[in-house]
Protein backbone atom coordinates (compact mmCIF):
# COMPACT_ATOMS: atom_id res chain seq x y z
CA UNK A 1 0.00 0.00 0.00
CA UNK A 2 2.87 2.29 0.79
CA UNK A 3 4.59 1.44 -2.73
CA UNK A 4 0.93 2.54 -4.28
CA UNK A 5 0.95 5.71 -2.60
CA UNK A 6 4.67 6.58 -2.90
CA UNK A 7 4.21 5.87 -6.89
CA UNK A 8 0.70 8.39 -6.83
CA UNK A 9 2.70 10.36 -5.04
CA UNK A 10 5.36 10.76 -7.56
CA UNK A 11 3.12 10.93 -10.54
CA UNK A 12 1.86 13.91 -9.00
CA UNK A 13 4.83 15.20 -9.00
CA UNK A 14 5.59 14.66 -13.04
CA UNK A 15 1.80 16.05 -13.95
CA UNK A 16 2.80 18.89 -11.17
CA UNK A 17 5.87 19.69 -12.86
CA UNK A 18 3.95 21.84 -16.08
CA UNK A 19 2.72 23.95 -13.68
CA UNK A 20 6.12 24.46 -11.75
CA UNK A 21 7.05 25.95 -15.13
CA UNK A 22 4.76 27.84 -15.18
CA UNK A 23 5.41 29.78 -12.29
CA UNK A 24 8.84 30.13 -13.54
CA UNK A 25 7.63 31.62 -16.18
CA UNK A 26 5.52 34.17 -14.32
CA UNK A 27 7.99 35.35 -12.60
CA UNK A 28 9.14 36.55 -15.90
CA UNK A 29 6.36 38.32 -16.51
CA UNK A 30 4.10 35.68 -17.86
CA UNK A 31 0.68 34.79 -15.45
CA UNK A 32 0.74 32.89 -12.47
CA UNK A 33 0.13 28.49 -11.82
CA UNK A 34 -3.41 27.85 -11.52
CA UNK A 35 -2.87 26.29 -8.17
CA UNK A 36 -6.11 24.87 -7.80
CA UNK A 37 -6.38 23.37 -11.13
CA UNK A 38 -2.96 21.39 -10.48
CA UNK A 39 -4.67 20.83 -7.10
CA UNK A 40 -7.85 19.29 -8.84
CA UNK A 41 -6.20 17.26 -11.34
CA UNK A 42 -3.73 15.85 -8.96
CA UNK A 43 -6.10 14.36 -7.24
CA UNK A 44 -8.36 12.85 -9.99
CA UNK A 45 -4.62 11.49 -11.10
CA UNK A 46 -4.18 10.03 -7.62
CA UNK A 47 -7.84 8.89 -7.49
CA UNK A 48 -7.44 7.35 -10.94
CA UNK A 49 -3.98 5.39 -9.68
CA UNK A 50 -5.34 4.43 -6.56
CA UNK A 51 -8.39 2.82 -7.82
CA UNK A 52 -6.05 0.90 -10.53
CA UNK A 53 -3.59 -0.36 -7.66
CA UNK A 54 -7.04 -1.40 -5.41
CA UNK A 55 -8.59 -3.63 -7.84
CA UNK A 56 -5.40 -5.00 -10.03
CA UNK A 57 -3.28 -5.35 -7.40
CA UNK A 58 -4.83 -8.90 -6.32
CA UNK A 59 -5.22 -10.06 -10.23
CA UNK A 60 -1.52 -8.62 -10.11
CA UNK A 61 0.02 -10.45 -7.49
CA UNK A 62 -2.10 -13.54 -8.82
CA UNK A 63 -0.73 -13.29 -11.82
CA UNK A 64 3.08 -12.78 -10.81
CA UNK A 65 2.79 -15.72 -8.63
CA UNK A 66 1.24 -17.80 -11.16
CA UNK A 67 3.86 -16.94 -13.49
CA UNK A 68 6.76 -17.36 -10.79
CA UNK A 69 4.95 -20.71 -9.42
CA UNK A 70 4.95 -21.70 -13.98
CA UNK A 71 8.20 -20.58 -14.10
CA UNK A 72 9.26 -22.60 -11.16
CA UNK A 73 7.65 -25.89 -12.50
CA UNK A 74 9.24 -25.57 -16.16
CA UNK A 75 12.54 -25.38 -14.29
CA UNK A 76 11.46 -28.11 -12.56
CA UNK A 77 10.36 -29.92 -15.51
CA UNK A 78 13.74 -29.44 -17.46
CA UNK A 79 15.57 -30.33 -14.47
CA UNK A 80 13.86 -33.78 -14.10
CA UNK A 81 14.31 -33.90 -17.97
CA UNK A 82 17.96 -33.42 -17.20
CA UNK A 83 18.26 -36.09 -14.87
CA UNK A 84 16.39 -38.65 -16.65
CA UNK A 85 18.73 -37.48 -20.03
CA UNK A 86 21.83 -38.14 -17.80
CA UNK A 87 20.56 -41.47 -16.81
CA UNK A 88 19.45 -41.92 -20.21
CA UNK A 89 22.96 -41.06 -21.36
CA UNK A 90 24.13 -43.04 -18.51
CA UNK A 91 22.33 -46.29 -19.81
CA UNK A 92 23.57 -46.46 -22.91
CA UNK A 93 27.15 -45.55 -21.71
CA UNK A 94 26.80 -48.55 -19.93
CA UNK A 95 24.85 -50.42 -22.44
CA UNK A 96 27.82 -49.46 -25.15
CA UNK A 97 30.49 -50.94 -22.39
CA UNK A 98 28.73 -54.22 -22.64
CA UNK A 99 28.46 -54.21 -25.97
CA UNK A 100 32.02 -53.60 -26.38
CA UNK A 101 32.85 -56.68 -23.90
CA UNK A 102 30.32 -58.92 -25.74
CA UNK A 103 31.77 -58.39 -28.95
CA UNK A 104 35.09 -58.52 -27.36
CA UNK A 105 33.67 -61.95 -25.84
CA UNK A 106 32.50 -63.64 -29.13
CA UNK A 107 35.38 -62.32 -31.33
CA UNK A 108 37.65 -64.25 -28.57
CA UNK A 109 34.81 -67.39 -28.82
CA UNK A 110 35.29 -67.43 -32.68
CA UNK A 111 38.74 -67.20 -32.11
CA UNK A 112 38.93 -70.00 -29.50
CA UNK A 113 36.35 -72.27 -31.78
CA UNK A 114 38.60 -71.43 -35.08
CA UNK A 115 41.61 -72.53 -32.92
CA UNK A 116 39.58 -75.74 -31.77
CA UNK A 117 38.56 -76.39 -35.50
CA UNK A 118 41.86 -76.01 -36.21
CA UNK A 119 43.24 -78.29 -33.88
CA UNK A 120 40.54 -81.11 -35.15
CA UNK A 121 41.24 -80.41 -38.03
CA UNK A 122 45.02 -81.37 -37.51
CA UNK A 123 44.20 -84.27 -36.04
CA UNK A 124 42.33 -85.37 -38.88
CA UNK A 125 44.67 -85.22 -41.15
CA UNK A 126 46.98 -86.60 -39.03
CA UNK A 127 44.92 -89.66 -38.42
CA UNK A 128 43.80 -89.59 -42.37
CA UNK A 129 47.66 -89.40 -43.02
CA UNK A 130 48.16 -92.40 -40.65
CA UNK A 131 45.71 -94.78 -41.89
CA UNK A 132 46.93 -94.32 -45.88
CA UNK A 133 50.56 -95.00 -44.19
CA UNK A 134 49.00 -98.18 -42.84
CA UNK A 135 47.30 -98.72 -46.04
CA UNK A 136 50.49 -97.96 -48.09
CA UNK A 137 52.65 -100.47 -46.08
CA UNK A 138 49.95 -103.22 -46.22
CA UNK A 139 49.44 -103.06 -49.59
CA UNK A 140 53.05 -102.70 -50.37
CA UNK A 141 54.06 -105.99 -48.02
CA UNK A 142 50.86 -107.81 -50.01
CA UNK A 143 52.98 -106.85 -53.43
CA UNK A 144 56.00 -107.75 -51.42
CA UNK A 145 54.80 -111.00 -50.34
CA UNK A 146 52.75 -111.87 -53.78
CA UNK A 147 56.26 -110.80 -55.90
CA UNK A 148 57.99 -113.50 -53.24
CA UNK A 149 55.40 -116.62 -53.72
CA UNK A 150 55.49 -115.64 -58.24
CA UNK A 151 59.52 -115.78 -57.46
CA UNK A 152 59.63 -118.56 -55.87
CA UNK A 153 57.42 -120.18 -57.75
CA UNK A 154 59.33 -119.83 -60.82
CA UNK A 155 62.36 -120.19 -59.14
CA UNK A 156 61.02 -123.81 -58.07
CA UNK A 157 59.66 -124.16 -61.85
CA UNK A 158 62.99 -123.31 -63.18
CA UNK A 159 65.19 -125.36 -61.07
CA UNK A 160 62.77 -128.49 -61.58
CA UNK A 161 63.07 -127.69 -65.04
CA UNK A 162 67.07 -127.05 -64.87
CA UNK A 163 66.85 -130.68 -62.59
CA UNK A 164 64.96 -132.65 -64.61
CA UNK A 165 66.72 -131.48 -67.76
CA UNK A 166 70.33 -132.37 -66.04
CA UNK A 167 69.10 -135.51 -64.84
CA UNK A 168 67.53 -136.52 -68.13
CA UNK A 169 71.52 -136.02 -69.61
CA UNK A 170 73.02 -137.17 -67.10
CA UNK A 171 71.05 -140.63 -65.90
CA UNK A 172 71.70 -143.68 -66.39
CA UNK A 173 69.68 -146.90 -66.50
CA UNK A 174 72.08 -148.34 -63.28
CA UNK A 175 71.18 -144.81 -61.73
CA UNK A 176 67.36 -145.22 -62.67
CA UNK A 177 67.23 -148.93 -60.71
CA UNK A 178 69.69 -147.34 -57.97
CA UNK A 179 67.17 -144.26 -57.55
CA UNK A 180 64.27 -146.30 -57.65
CA UNK A 181 65.58 -148.91 -54.93
CA UNK A 182 66.20 -146.13 -52.78
CA UNK A 183 62.95 -144.92 -53.01
CA UNK A 184 61.33 -147.95 -52.31
CA UNK A 185 63.63 -148.56 -49.01
CA UNK A 186 62.53 -145.36 -48.00
CA UNK A 187 58.96 -146.13 -48.21
CA UNK A 188 59.28 -149.42 -46.78
CA UNK A 189 60.89 -147.52 -43.57
CA UNK A 190 57.77 -145.21 -43.38
CA UNK A 191 55.29 -147.85 -43.22
Known amino acids: MRRALSL ?30 FLY ?5 AALIGVLVYYTREPLKNFLLDR ?8 EGAEAALAAARGEVAELHARLARAS ?25 GQAAERIRQESRRAADQEIARARRELQEEAAQLATTIAAEILRQGMTPDDDRRLLGEFVEQIGRRS
Open 8 to 37: ALLLALFAAAPALASEAAAEHGEAGPDWAY
Open 41 to 45: HSLGL
Open 68 to 75: SDGIRRQI
Open 101 to 125: DESEAFVQAAADQAEAERVLAMERA
